[in-house]
């Protein structure tokens, strides 16, 4: 199970300057004030800041969760249909949250960002049937919508650029349009999607997304993909309206330089 979860770790992810967090690796419940924490060998009992108040205690014994799109395989990391699953990857590391089990056709990790409970998952249903891994796991954990985040690719969003919306359509992709109907047709939930670009003169966009990046392009969506981070850790911790800002007034690395 290590030798595979290593394989699945994105090349992306592995080259941020973000430091896995090691001191929280899992629990057992997602009541922080009841939090599981494995420290090494010993197991603890951790408990919220004492700066915060018992109503935004109440707010995160829910989960947040958040899920990448993409293709399982090999075939298919490193490819721009996979950006979602890539951010993720990054989210994982960067909290030092475990991504090897598989729970409702998924990868699946539990863990903290800050002081807020957060699951991780990356269907492996393959793009079009993603629905059929988010909708249970929404059902089972009792998540509400406003605190489902759904991370993926874009054709209409310039390269590597970010766009967070509270809610929307699915606007023709058919990952999305598979978790809308999972979700009974609900669209009021959050989304980050990621720009990869309109393809090339008359090039299909089905085989589009399916190419891998190049140099220059990884390196522009290794600092899309760190701004991504910050931007999820701000939506969980201080609001949609915080993290919204900024994201969708930040600039891309080509438009810095």
Same mark, same amino acid.
């Given at each position: 199970?290590?030798?595979?979860?290593?394989?699945?770790? $994105?090349?992306?992810?592995?080259?941020?300057?973000?430091?896995?967090?090691?001191?929280? &690796?899992?629990? #057992?419940s997602?009541?922080?004030?009841?939090?599981?924490?494995?420290?090494?060998?010993?197991?603890i009992?951790?408990?919220p800041? =004492? $700066?915060? =108040?018992?109503?935004?205690? @109440?707010?995160?014994?829910?989960?947040?969760?958040? &899920?990448?799109?993409?293709n399982?395989?090999? @075939?298919? !990391?490193?490819t721009r249909?996979?950006?979602?699953?890539?951010?993720?990857d990054?989210?994982?590391?960067?909290? *030092?949250?475990?991504?090897? $089990? &598989? $729970?409702?056709?998924?990868?699946? *990790?539990?863990g903290?960002?800050?002081?807020? +409970?957060?699951?991780?998952? @990356? /269907? !492996?249903?393959?793009? %079009?049937?993603? *629905?059929?891994? &988010?909708?249970?796991?929404?059902?089972y954990?009792?998540i509400?919508?406003?605190q489902?985040?759904?991370?993926? #690719?874009?054709?209409?969003?310039?390269?590597?650029?970010?766009?967070l919306?509270? @809610?929307?359509?699915?606007?023709?992709?058919?990952?999305m349009?598979?978790?809308i109907?999972?979700?009974?047709?609900s669209? #009021?939930? +959050?989304?980050?999607?990621?720009g990869i670009?309109?393809?090339?003169?008359?090039?299909? /966009?089905? %085989?589009y997304?399916?190419? /891998?990046? %190049?140099?220059?392009?990884?390196a522009?969506? #290794?600092?899309?993909?760190?701004?991504?981070?910050?931007?999820?850790?701000m939506?969980?911790?201080?609001?949609?309206d915080?993290?919204?800002?900024?994201?969708n007034?930040?600039?891309?690395?080509?438009q810095?330089?």
């Amino acid at each position: 199970m290590r030798a595979a979860a290593a394989s699945i770790t $994105s090349s992306f992810a592995s080259a941020f300057l973000f430091p896995p967090r090691r001191n929280f &690796v899992s629990f #057992d419940s997602f009541s922080p004030a009841a939090i599981r924490c494995s420290r090494g060998r010993r197991t603890i009992m951790c408990s919220p800041s =004492s $700066s915060s =108040s018992t109503d935004e205690v @109440k707010k995160q014994q829910q989960p947040w969760l958040i &899920v990448g799109l993409g293709n399982p395989g090999k @075939k298919y !990391q490193g490819t721009r249909h996979n950006v979602g699953f890539e951010l993720v990857d990054t989210i994982a590391e960067a909290e *030092g949250i475990s991504m090897s $089990s &598989v $729970s409702f056709k998924a990868l699946f *990790g539990k863990g903290l960002i800050g002081n807020v +409970p957060v699951i991780l998952a @990356k /269907p !492996q249903t393959f793009m %079009n049937s993603s *629905g059929e891994s &988010v909708g249970p796991i929404v059902s089972y954990y009792k998540i509400p919508l406003k605190q489902v985040l759904v991370v993926f #690719d874009d054709l209409d969003l310039p390269f590597a650029k970010l766009r967070l919306l509270p @809610k929307g359509g699915h606007g023709g992709h058919n990952g999305m349009k598979s978790i809308i109907n999972h979700l009974k047709g609900s669209r #009021d939930f +959050p989304r980050l999607r990621i720009g990869i670009g309109r393809p090339p003169g008359k090039m299909d /966009p089905v %085989n589009y997304v399916l190419r /891998p990046f %190049n140099k220059q392009e990884q390196a522009e969506l #290794d600092f899309t993909f760190g701004h991504g981070l910050e931007a999820v850790r701000m939506l969980v911790q201080e609001g949609f309206d915080k993290s919204a800002t900024l994201v969708n007034t930040s600039k891309s690395m080509e438009q810095l330089h």
